[in-house]
């Protein structure tokens, strides 16, 4: 890995650690306080934490277990990450999954507004945000995040937020035995607004195009985007109507939020390469849809 891309991921693996505060903070500052379920798998391990203190009467006092036992079950999680996702993705997951552990046991829970409708809406935008841009930053919380992005690689009509939906509806079933209902009903309220928000900031579902036009040798350019970015690439020789000078037209196909990454690329081989960007293109076939 060059020096150049390890900058890159590590700045996008620091955010990752800053969206697993995020999420802290929305879940032990709106949801716990008002003894919601946060969905999701974090939401099944809230369960067992409910279970083991109301039924085994084990006292954990002010600290919450639930993080514990998350990064316990990620445990086959990251096995599953490593050999499906290949090795950044597998480092990162970690990185964000022990941060996110680290900052449930130590964000201290306090109920900042008293209004529960209000605490479902406020933690469920924020804890989504944070694992939003975790995706974005093409790494994973854990749990049903990994679950969401081989499901949305397997079927296009996926989305990570779809899967945090469908999978509460069997966790807040569970729920209805150990809680009141209208405590299921303002959990129920969370997730939308949780799987709304990650998918409104995880734009993998946004495809975009772009061209290429360069002047100069392709070949290092071509090599850099491929290896970096892992897309592939159709090109063609053009020549320009109004010099008749010959150029090069690369076309890839991406994600939206890999656009940055695929302007630094270019600008790094050739700063004044001509680079057109069109978003929302509808792809069928054999495209690789990441995170």
Same mark, same amino acid.
């Given at each position: 890995?060059?020096? $150049? ?11 990752? @650690? ?12 709106? *949801? ?31 600290? $919450? ?40 046991? *130590? ?16 933690? /469920?935008?924020? !804890? ?12 994973? #919380? ?18 990570? #937020? ?10 807040? #079933?569970?729920?209805?035995?150990? !809680? $009141? ?58 020549? /320009? ?28 081989? $050739?700063?004044?390469?001509? @680079? ?5 293109? !509808? ?9």
């Amino acid at each position: 890995m060059n020096r $150049d891309v390890l900058k890159y991921e590590g700045k996008r693996t620091l955010a990752c @650690v800053l969206a697993a505060l995020m999420y802290a903070i929305g879940v032990n500052l709106f *949801v716990v306080p008002a003894q919601l379920y946060s969905g999701g798998l974090m939401g099944f391990c809230q369960v067992i934490r409910t279970i083991l203190a109301e039924y085994f009467h084990l006292n954990f006092g002010s600290f $919450d277990i639930a993080g514990i036992i998350y990064y316990i079950i990620n445990v086959p999680i990251f096995i599953v990450a490593f050999t499906k996702m290949g090795r950044k993705f597998f480092a990162k997951t970690l990185v964000t999954v022990t941060a996110m552990t680290l900052f449930l046991s *130590v964000v201290p829970i306090v109920k900042v507004v008293e209004d529960t409708v209000a605490a479902c809406v406020v933690g /469920g935008i924020i !804890s989504g945000a944070g694992i939003g841009i975790v995706l974005r930053m093409a790494s994973s #919380g854990g749990g049903l995040d990994v679950v969401g992005v081989l499901l949305t690689k397997w079927r296009k009509d996926f989305s990570v #937020g779809k899967v945090y939906l469908l999978m509460n509806l069997t966790l807040y #079933g569970i729920c209805l035995f150990l !809680s $009141d209902v209208e405590i299921v009903v303002y959990s129920v309220i969370f997730a939308a607004a949780h799987s709304m928000a990650i998918d409104k900031v995880h734009i993998q579902n946004i495809n975009v195009e772009a061209h290429i036009i360069t002047k100069s040798s392709t070949v290092d350019l071509e090599k850099a985007i491929m290896e970096e970015i892992g897309r592939g690439i159709t090109k063609w020789t053009t020549l /320009g109507a109004y010099t008749y000078e010959q150029s090069h037209m690369l076309y890839i196909t991406l994600s939206k939020y890999e656009v940055s990454r695929l302007k630094a690329v270019i600008h790094k081989y $050739d700063p004044n390469a001509f @680079v057109v960007i069109n978003e929302g293109v !509808s792809i069928d076939g054999n495209f690789l849809k990441k995170l």
